[in-house]
């Protein structure tokens, strides 16, 4: 059974540009979380989807911008990228049942912005 | 808001040394916390969890118990290994109805142990 998966790895972008990142949940899954992990820090939320819909989100710009497709799948998108938006951007997969079920993390997404 | 205050690292160890690393928190309900472990180049995994006040969560040799009088969360071991060298981080959610509100994570422990 494949855990979370991200894509791509490591991407290097310069100001301005936009950028799609990449996520499949545990298979089973059917939320998925976006995090923000600056060098040194810990990861900070951006944003839920569940059922296709953004269902909370945290203290980020509409830069970011999110989708979850029918399969569960999900993107985030950032654009106008800022040198500030370097991070590893973190997606966790969970299951909605109105209990506290564990989030699962991918490996991250490495993104420089130059 | 919430939020989570870790204590400072980096932390280096000898081998079978004893680990604590402190965690506070503030928050405005009765939230559940969480220890995470980063290894090197991977994601996130849970460590230990506990949901209510006095509750003890333990895996792989770790404790942590939640202290409502106190706010607190510290991650104990009795004896570290070489293994154990990771970034650890504290985290807390709020329940609520739909069960899987955001993680609000600490800034993170470096641990390293020397053999």
């Known amino acids: 059974d494949a855990g979370v998966t991200q894509s791509p790895t490591h991407l290097i972008k310069t100001r301005g540009q936009q950028v799609t990142l990449r996520c499949s949940p545990k298979s089973g899954h059917d939320t998925v979380s976006w995090y923000q992990q600056a060098l040194g820090q810990g990861p900070q939320f951006i944003f839920q989807y569940y059922e296709e819909e953004e269902r909370q989100r945290g203290n980020f710009p509409d830069r970011f911008s999110g989708h979850q497709f029918p399969n569960y799948s999900s993107e985030l998108n950032v654009n106008a990228l800022l040198l500030g938006d370097s991070a590893l951007y973190l997606c966790a997969s969970s299951v909605t049942s109105g209990t506290y079920n564990e989030q699962f993390f991918g490996p991250g997404t490495r993104l420089t912005v130059l | ?115």
């Open chain 2, 1 to 115: 808001g919430n939020s989570v205050t870790q204590m400072e690292g980096p932390v280096t160890l000898s081998e079978e040394a004893f680990l604590t690393i402190n965690c506070t928190y503030t928050a405005t309900g009765y939230p559940s916390l969480f220890w995470y472990v980063q290894y090197p180049g991977e994601g996130l995994q849970l460590l230990l969890k506990a949901t209510k006040a006095d509750d003890k969560g333990s895996n792989k040799g770790f404790e942590a118990t939640y202290r409502k009088e106190t706010t607190s969360f510290h991650l104990e071991k009795g004896s570290v290994q070489v293994s154990d060298s990771a970034v650890y981080f504290c985290a807390l959610t709020e329940r609520s109805n739909f069960g899987n509100e955001k993680l609000t994570f600490g800034t993170g422990t470096r641990l390293t142990i020397i053999p």
